[in-house]
């Protein structure tokens, strides 16, 4: 078995300065990064990958993903047997490794199972970042139920189901503790309207605000943050104000709002692919008038909301939140974020920008001695042409994530 890579004759593609560096070797022993630089000594029995003046870069971050969402039937997720799910959920993130993700963070339904799977080398995946449950009010975002359905719970033990129905301070707390001492690195609450749940409009403002201080103050104290879904700008001032810190989607914010999160040090993941997948296929997969609606308010607002983050100065990191048949789509976020954030811009919230949302600074999102070895070779430069990161991989020779070899063709 080999335990040593040494790479030559690449360009380093270094994602905060934006700039490519040539003449410099990396040296991957196991699953980290052993040296960086002009003189590297490698072991004798080290295999060499000459790279031919490719680009040399880490592997991408997907900073909101769903890999329990095997099919659009979200209902349909969380009946079949948790054994199925859990494999359905093993493909799914294969898949996007395939794409040259090497980090996952899930904003709802995988568990810290699938995440030590990876870790084991049972699942051929990305490293996975999980939260456990989304916590949704009654009626909320996650409440799947119709209105005359009045079961209790939504399943919420299934790898399939991607929330959890709680309500009241004191019962919030008791659920932010569970999901933590099940493995959750980060919480997540539903703290405005969705798209997909059918009882509540884009602007309903979910949870009151003792209740996400609550989130806030046990995440907090176990040494996390607490990300929030969110729209409306109304409901985003809100969540800066009680002191979330990652910002999911984002739509709808104005510029004072941005800054203001950009003040207090928050993320932002717009996941602008996920509107424009719904438009072209919602209806051939059974979206109804209402979700079109909902779904076309959030688009509009998409692109100008970049703009707004960006001129604030609001950190945003890379995100996706594609939903069974349509994660065919994934690599289109790219696409749709070069209408208005430039190449470099859009490597950083991919790299960098996502490995401080999972508190993994310096370890992932990086080429650097020390850090994992989640590496990218890219024949071109990304900085010229973000469309490289694109087509499923297409333009990747080589995917390595943790020191192991997903993909090689050189």
């Not at 890999?67 to 047997?81: E, H, Q, T």
């Not at 004191?170 to 999901?179: I, K, L, P, Q, S």
């Not at 993994?360 to 042409?385: K, R, T």
Request: net charge negative.
């Amino acid at each position: 078995m080999i335990n040593s890579t040494l790479f030559t004759g690449g360009r380093i593609l270094d994602p905060h300065s934006a700039t490519l560096v040539d003449g410099l070797s990396v040296l991957v022993e196991g699953d980290r990064i052993k040296a960086v630089g002009a003189d590297v000594e490698a072991p004798a029995d080290a295999r060499e990958i000459a790279l031919g003046g490719r680009t040399l870069m880490p592997g991408l971050i997907d900073c909101h993903v769903h890999v329990g969402a095997w099919s659009l039937d979200l209902w349909g997720n969380m009946v079949v047997p948790g054994s199925l799910a859990a494999l359905r959920a093993a493909s799914v993130m294969e898949e996007a490794l395939g794409r040259g993700f090497t980090t996952l963070r899930d904003l709802g339904g995988a568990d810290a199972g699938l995440a030590r799977a990876v870790e084991d080398g049972l699942i051929d995946g990305p490293r996975l970042i999980v939260c456990g449950k989304g916590l949704t009010v009654t009626g909320g975002h996650s409440d799947l139920r119709t209105r005359s359905d009045n079961r209790p719970g939504l399943l919420s033990d299934r790898v399939g189901s991607m929330g959890l129905i709680v309500d009241g301070v004191d019962n919030v707390r008791a659920a932010c503790r569970t999901m933590i001492k099940e493995g959750a690195k980060f919480i997540k609450v539903m703290a405005n309207g969705g798209v997909s749940s059918p009882n509540d409009p884009i602007h309903s403002i979910q949870y009151s605000r003792d209740e996400i201080a609550a989130m806030v103050e046990e995440a907090d104290n176990a040494g996390f943050y607490v990300a929030a879904h969110l729209y409306t700008d109304r409901a985003i001032e809100r969540c800066v104000e009680l002191g979330v810190r990652s910002l999911e989607h984002c739509n709808l914010i104005t510029a004072e709002t941005a800054q203001k999160a950009a003040d207090r040090g928050c993320i932002s993941i717009p996941t602008l692919v996920a509107y424009e997948a719904l438009a072209l296929e919602g209806e051939a997969l059974g979206l109804g008038a209402s979700e079109f609606a909902k779904i076309e308010t959030v688009r509009q607002g998409g692109l100008a909301s970049l703009e707004i983050m960006r001129d604030a100065g609001l950190k945003m990191a890379f995100g996706s939140d594609l939903l069974g048949e349509l994660r065919k789509y994934h690599c289109m976020e790219f696409e749709i974020l070069a209408r208005v954030l430039t190449p470099a811009e859009i490597i950083r919230s991919a790299t960098v920008v996502g490995a401080e949302l999972c508190q993994m600074d310096g370890e992932i999102g990086i080429v650097a001695a020390g850090a994992s070895a989640d590496l990218l070779v890219i024949d071109g430069n990304p900085l010229d042409d973000i469309t490289l990161l694109g087509g499923d991989g297409a333009h990747m020779d080589m995917i390595m994530a943790r020191g192991r070899m997903h993909k090689r063709s050189i």
